[in-house]
């Protein structure tokens, strides 16, 4: 199992910046991929971000140029760099692991963006 704890968000002005991180219970170079998601009030689930075991980075078309996803192997972390917020990623956030072909979630974090 792999438990994820997140932390950061908040409340941010439009084209304002937050960062979001997240603790893995393990060490984050033996998950194959950690990623962010966020769901919107009404709508779905969407990955916003994702880093491979390999660093292989990929992002949502809407958050590309915007956001980056990082690790620090050191603190078994992966974090979140939200610049030029916009009030369409409003959200609630999740940090997510896959680890030997299960998904595994944090409690999720609340992100808003509002004048």
Do not use: H
């Amino acid at each position: 199992q792999v438990q994820l704890v997140e932390s950061g968000g908040g409340l941010a002005q439009p084209g304002g910046s937050l960062r979001l991180s997240c603790a893995a219970s393990k060490t984050i170079f033996n998950i194959n991929r950690m990623a962010w998601y966020r769901q919107a009030p009404g709508k779905e689930r969407e990955l916003v971000a994702a880093i491979t075991s390999d660093g292989s980075t990929n992002y949502a078309d809407s958050v590309k140029g915007r956001f980056t996803i990082s690790r620090d192997g050191a603190e078994n972390t992966v974090s979140l760099e939200m610049n030029g917020l916009q009030p369409e990623d409003t959200a609630v956030y999740y940090c997510n692991a896959v680890y030997r072909l299960f998904f595994y979630w944090g409690q999720g974090t609340q992100v808003t963006v509002s004048s």
